[in-house]
């Protein structure tokens, strides 16, 4: 009776000791190649947002802050007119001669609102338009669907300012900023990067 052969076996294991190294690198590589591919993914995904908040987001909320802002100072001075001039009627003797001298400051108030609207509001919401326009690849699906309202608002204006909309129109359409809260909200929604599991 012969011995057995072990030399295939032998071979077998000769085999592998060079095979084993070989596949390691491989599936090491492999793993490696995904690694890289996901962390270039959440790399580019954040690339992205921080174009969106720089580009869009930001911008346009700086401008509806910049319009809150002399909006609800116009509305504070404003809402104080009344009882100052009331003050100043009543500690004048009757008949109030001279009230068109005092009136002057209350008049130079709302012609410098009229004045601010037409050269910093309205620029503004302008601006925030065009920003829109021109980014509105930048935009959320959210965010994008106001884009209609908001330049449907910039265009009553210029309408309503060149004298182009009849007064009785315009009160049948609405024009108030109300209109425009939701994409404020949606804005506001937005101004930070989303979560990115690393």
């Not at 072990?6 to 084993?20: E, F, R, S, T």
């Not at 790399?43 to 802050?65: A, N, T």
Request: proline share 7%.
């Amino acid at each position: 009776m012969n011995p057995p052969d072990w030399g295939w076996q032998n071979n077998l294991i000769d085999l592998a000791k060079y095979m084993l190294p070989a596949i390691l690198v491989i599936i090491s590589g492999y793993l490696g190649f995904r690694y890289s591919l996901a962390h270039l993914r959440r790399q580019k995904r954040l690339e992205f947002v921080e174009k969106q908040l720089r580009d869009f987001y930001s911008p346009i909320l700086g401008c509806r802050e910049e319009i809150k802002a002399k909006s609800n100072l116009r509305y504070e001075i404003s809402k104080s007119l009344d009882p100052a001039w009331r003050e100043i009627v009543d500690s004048h003797p009757k008949p109030f001669l001279d009230h068109e001298e005092f009136f002057k400051p209350f008049k130079k108030s709302f012609d410098y609102d009229n004045k601010q609207l037409l050269s910093e509001l309205i620029p503004l919401y302008e601006k925030m338009l065009g920003i829109f326009t021109a980014n509105i690849w930048l935009a959320n699906p959210t965010t994008r669907q106001w884009y209609y309202d908001l330049t449907r608002f910039v265009e009553i204006w210029h309408r309503w300012l060149a004298d182009s909309i009849p007064v009785e129109v315009l009160e049948k359409i609405d024009l108030s900023e109300e209109r425009l809260n939701s994409f404020y909200e949606d804005l506001e929604n937005q101004d930070s990067p989303p979560t990115v599991v690393v």
